[in-house]
């Protein structure tokens, strides 16, 4: 079991930035791939990033590429999302996820492992 915990979440305006982490604890070594989903209100879970610590690699959703930027801190167990240039329709809840790494980056439902969730609101 690796058990995920996001911090960092909150109210900010439209061009502000804010940091979230992700602080995974339990049996990280069996998980390879972290990211970070989204889900606003009525609205599916997105992807918006993700990082292999196998070999640093990141992978960004479109839409946030240029502004988000996926870190991973120096032990296996924290995970980072700055995020720059927020805008309203960034407005959401955030969940940190992992995953072995074998499957697809960019679909919730080949993560096994997901976080709380923190909010994240952008005012216009």
């Known amino acids: 079991q690796v058990q995920l915990v996001e911090s960092g979440g909150g109210l900010v305006q439209a061009g502000g930035s804010l940091r979230l982490s992700c602080a995974a604890s339990?049996?990280?070594?069996?998980?390879?791939?972290m990211g970070w989903f989204r889900q606003a209100p009525g609205k599916e879970r997105e992807f918006v990033t993700a990082?292999?610590?196998?070999?640093?690699?990141?992978y960004y959703a479109d839409s946030v590429k240029g502004r988000f930027t996926i870190s991973r801190g120096n032990a296996k167990n924290t995970v980072y999302l700055q995020m720059n240039s927020l805008k309203p329709e960034d407005t959401a809840v955030y969940y940190c996820?992992?995953?072995?790494?074998?499957?697809?980056?960019?679909?919730?439902?080949?993560?096994?492992?997901w976080g709380q969730g923190t909010q994240v609101t952008v005012s216009s």
């Open positions: 990082i292999r610590w196998s070999d640093g690699m990141t």
């Open positions: 339990g049996r990280t070594f069996s998980s390879d791939v």
């Open positions: 996820a992992a995953q072995g790494g074998q499957k697809s980056l960019l679909l919730a439902r080949m993560y096994d492992y």
